[in-house]
């Protein structure tokens, strides 16, 4: 609204272009345009002439607002001022007007500074693992200085991502390095042993062992460092370790003398050993010459032999040359087939040290053998003559007595007892001692006489069944002797059973009058003689029984 301005007195009836004017009025915000109610003439009463207004307009303009365009803002004044959206400049941060923009029109035109503070921005590097390279934080736009490269393990620096700004750029940057994966090598080194390839690969990739190498006459040790379980950042020489090997040459003597094995190092010196022996056999070398040094391997050499020849020589029973032959040695040595005679000896067989007989002559010994003949002296005794009916028992003979004569026929002559019934083995002799009748009849003596050392080695008595009086014949009388002991006339069996040694005559008497085997002679024994006498009954001469006659 106006003020009031001025005062004045007018005449009434003063005209309007002579009544007083007042300077123009000023209005804050408005334009004076002059009176309003200047009556044309005074009137009669008091007047109010009012001033007329015209409210301005005016502009706020905005400066260095960045890089946002903002309107300058024109309207009334004292109207309310919407303030613009805040401007925005490339590496800076606003900070406000200066002046402030009022909240309502001022009365005049007025310009408001955008007030900045410059940023500061970082530039992060990302190494992707390698070397920690510092971050830049400074003032946007503001040079920059390129950091050194970042190194990495198992890897060659290949640029950054992006290109590193010359100067600071209005945000925070990150720029990752670019790698390339290096590549290494692992050389082994096998000191002379078989060839390992070499491994060539990226860094950081498994490493596959490769196989161990192998070298003649040693054994692989492992290696000198560890074969890593990935490509290390580096080049790397590993090298073999070899432990020498120890080998053995066997000497197999094939059953001669032992030779010591040679157990050495590899490639070593070997020193043969002396030449074996085997019995009965000349050494005739090795199967595959000793080496001069040690091999890589485990040798058996074996023994070569010549077998030898040796004479074995068979005696005859005086000490001559019964058979004789030359045979390998160790070949089984038969017996001739005949054997060497020597009267009166039974050859028992051959004998290597002349004492005992061996029915294994063994092999040929490694040297010329002898063998002897072993005898046994025939033993002197008495023996039958082929095809007779003579018995020899020696069954109920006590010693002296070896036993007694069976079988002979009657009335028999000496020289037709040792010509037809009895005969010597050996080197002896008979002795016939006839009865008193002359005849060799029962308790004949018949000695067997050692012709070399003229001694009585067996005595006989002779037995004709039913002859008790040793005439050689069986007759009355002799059934009369029985009948005189049967009735205890005589006593004689008596005597001659109880007798000790049963060596005299009346026991050959018992033997030949006891025809029931009873033991006794009594009347049933001359009861049986007298069938004999009597030719109702025969005597078996060998056995001693009686058999009646059929009929």
């Known amino acids: 609204a106006g003020v009031n301005h001025a005062e004045y007195d007018v005449v009434y009836g003063t005209a309007a272009a002579d009544m007083p004017v007042p300077e123009e009025p000023v209005r804050e915000g408005y334009t004076f345009k002059g009176w309003q109610g200047i009556p044309p003439t005074m009137p009669?009463?008091?007047?109010?002439?009012?001033?007329?207004?015209?409210?301005?307009?005016y502009t706020i303009t905005f400066a260095d607002t960045g890089d946002t365009v903002i309107a300058p803002i024109t309207q009334n004044y004292n109207t309310d001022i919407e303030v613009p959206e805040d401007p925005t400049k490339t590496g800076y941060?606003?900070?406000?007007?200066?002046?402030?923009?009022?909240?309502?029109?001022?009365?005049?035109?007025?310009?408001?500074?955008a007030q900045w503070t410059i940023n500061q921005y970082t530039i992060t590097f990302d190494t992707d693992g390698g070397s920690t390279v510092n971050s830049i934080t400074q003032d946007y736009d503001t040079a920059i200085t390129a950091p050194e490269n970042p190194t990495k393990t198992g890897y060659t620096f290949?640029?950054?991502?992006?290109?590193?700004?010359?100067?600071?750029?209005?945000?925070?940057?990150?720029?990752?390095?670019k790698w390339t994966i290096n590549q290494y090598t692992i050389t082994f080194n096998t000191d002379g042993g078989t060839e390992v390839a070499p491994i060539t690969q990226d860094y950081a990739t498994d490493v596959t062992a490769p196989a161990n190498p192998t070298k003649t006459g040693y054994t692989f040790d492992g290696w000198d460092k560890e074969i890593p379980a990935t490509m290390p950042a580096e080049n790397v020489t590993i090298t073999a370790k070899w432990k020498i090997n120890q080998y053995t040459i066997t000497f197999n003597t094939d059953g001669g003398s032992e030779v010591a094995p040679i157990t050495q190092n590899y490639a070593t010196d070997v020193t043969a050993p002396a030449n074996p022996t085997k019995t009965g056999y000349t050494f005739n070398g090795w199967d595959k010459e000793i080496p001069a040094t040690m091999p890589a391997e485990n040798v058996t050499i074996t023994a070569k032999w010549t077998i030898n020849q040796y004479k074995v020589t068979f005696l005859d029973?005086?000490?001559?040359?019964?058979?004789?032959?030359?045979?390998?040695?160790?070949?089984?040595?038969?017996a001739p087939a005949d054997s060497p005679a020597?009267?009166?000896?039974?050859?028992?067989?051959?004998?290597?040290?002349?004492a005992t007989v061996v029915t294994d002559l063994g092999t040929v010994p490694a040297d010329n053998v002898t063998i002897?003949?072993?005898?046994?002296?025939?033993?002197?005794?008495?023996?039958?003559?082929?095809g007779s009916t003579t018995v020899i028992d020696k069954s109920n003979a006590t010693p002296p007595?070896?036993?007694?004569?069976?079988?002979?026929?009657?009335?028999?002559?000496?020289?037709?007892?040792?010509?037809?019934?009895?005969?010597?083995?050996?080197?002896?002799?008979?002795?016939?001692?006839?009865?008193?009748?002359?005849?060799?009849?029962?308790?004949?003596?018949?000695?067997?006489?050692?012709?070399?050392?003229?001694?009585?080695?067996?005595?006989?008595?002779?037995?004709?069944?039913?002859?008790?009086?040793?005439?050689?014949?069986?007759?009355?009388?002799?059934?009369?002797?029985?009948?005189?002991?049967?009735?205890?006339?005589?006593?004689?069996?008596?005597?001659?059973?109880?007798?000790?040694?049963?060596?005299?005559?009346?026991?050959?008497?018992?033997?030949?009058?006891?025809?029931?085997?009873?033991?006794?002679?009594n009347a049933t024994d001359k009861s049986n003689l007298t069938d004999v006498t009597l030719y109702l009954a025969e005597y078996d001469q060998q056995t001693g029984v009686i058999t009646p006659y059929a009929g």
């Open 44 to 57: 009669a009463k008091d007047t109010t002439v009012t001033a007329n207004w015209a409210i301005n307009q």
């Open 401 to 521: 007595v070896t036993g007694y004569i069976y079988g002979l026929e009657t009335r028999l002559t000496q020289a037709k007892l040792l010509d037809q019934y009895i005969d010597v083995v050996g080197d002896g002799r008979l002795v016939v001692t006839p009865t008193k009748y002359k005849v060799c009849g029962t308790g004949a003596k018949v000695e067997v006489i050692d012709n070399v050392t003229d001694t009585v080695v067996e005595t006989y008595y002779i037995i004709i069944f039913g002859d008790i009086n040793g005439d050689a014949s069986i007759d009355a009388s002799d059934t009369s002797m029985l009948g005189s002991e049967a009735v205890g006339i005589t006593n004689w069996s008596s005597d001659a059973v109880d007798s000790e040694g049963k060596t005299n005559y009346d026991y050959c008497k018992v033997l030949a009058g006891d025809t029931n085997k009873d033991g006794v002679i």
């Open 317 to 334: 029973a005086e000490g001559g040359v019964f058979s004789e032959s030359t045979l390998d040695y160790g070949t089984p040595i038969a």
């Open 372 to 386: 002897t003949p072993i005898y046994t002296r025939v033993e002197v005794t008495l023996t039958i003559v082929g």
């Open 342 to 354: 020597k009267e009166f000896y039974n050859f028992e067989g051959w004998s290597l040290d002349g």
């Open 93 to 113: 941060t606003f900070n406000g007007w200066s002046p402030a923009v009022p909240a309502k029109m001022p009365a005049e035109d007025m310009t408001v500074t």
């Open 158 to 177: 290949a640029g950054w991502d992006k290109e590193i700004p010359a100067t600071m750029p209005a945000e925070n940057v990150t720029i990752k390095a």
